[in-house]
């Protein structure tokens, strides 16, 4: 396997490949340029916190990052580091990758053609840091992506530690991960979480699975991968 990092302005990848050579950065930097551009134009793009339209003939990432956020509904630069993580696997993809790991600050896309471990960041004192999901190998793509109301710099209007969505797209789940994570809300950590598990039950069709963590409460929905726990402790797991 190969590793390298990328870094190009905000973005930020860290990329593990089964290709011993290719092109990624440059890739970037063109998609990346597409969007400035874009937005240099349409501010609105870049402001909006809720769905935008346009029947306009669009780059691929701003495309993406459109249909994307009207599946989710939010703004579209919600989906922006999922998209450049997704974006970034096809073109590897396409040539010929049968594994590789996109990582653009914690959103996550990959192809596996051999098991691997995706660990679950969340800063909580409860839990720690020390799990992750073991996803099996598989044929197609896969988009693991994080918010938090607690960490990173992504707006959130929520109180999680950290919501985590698993899709095909990484676009999406980047998406939905800040769409779920608005609605972590509540008294109780316990009211958090189910108001994020009752969030999730309208984007269903989207997603293969999705983490909440608040507090010393997890809650799950859909199909996970096997969560590995690497320390012991004590939790409540709320399922729908």
Not at 124 to 148: M, T
Not at 220 to 235: A, R, S
Request: hydrophobic residues 35%; charged residues 25%.
């Amino acid at each position: 396997m190969n590793f390298s990092e990328i870094d190009l302005d905000q973005t930020h990848i860290r990329l593990t490949t089964d290709l011993e050579s290719h092109d990624l950065k440059r890739y970037i930097f063109s998609i990346r340029r597409d969007l400035k551009n874009y937005i240099l134009k349409n501010e609105d793009f870049l402001l909006s916190l809720v769905p935008i339209e346009t029947d306009e003939d669009l780059p691929l990432i701003v495309r993406t990052m459109i249909e994307s956020s009207n599946a989710a509904d939010v703004g579209p630069m919600a989906c922006v580091a999922g998209t450049i993580s997704e974006l970034s696997l096809d073109y590897l993809i396409d040539n010929d990758s049968k594994y590789s790991i996109v990582e653009n600050g914690g959103d996550i896309a990959l192809i596996n053609d051999e098991d691997v471990l995706c660990g679950i960041y969340s800063n909580n004192q409860v839990l720690g840091n020390d799990i992750a999901f073991r996803i099996k190998a598989r044929s197609g793509p896969l988009g693991v992506c994080s918010s938090s109301g607690k960490i990173g710099h992504s707006i959130s209007f929520g109180d999680s530690d950290s919501v985590t969505v698993i899709s095909k797209s990484a676009s999406i789940s980047d998406g939905l991960a800040t769409r779920i994570a608005n609605e972590v809300n509540g008294e109780t950590s316990e009211d958090k979480v189910s108001n994020g598990l009752e969030c999730c039950e309208n984007y269903k069709e989207f997603f293969e699975g999705v983490l909440i963590i608040s507090q010393g409460n997890v809650g799950t929905i859909g199909k996970l991968p096997k969560i590995v726990e690497t320390n012991e402790f004590d939790v409540k797991v709320s399922n729908h």
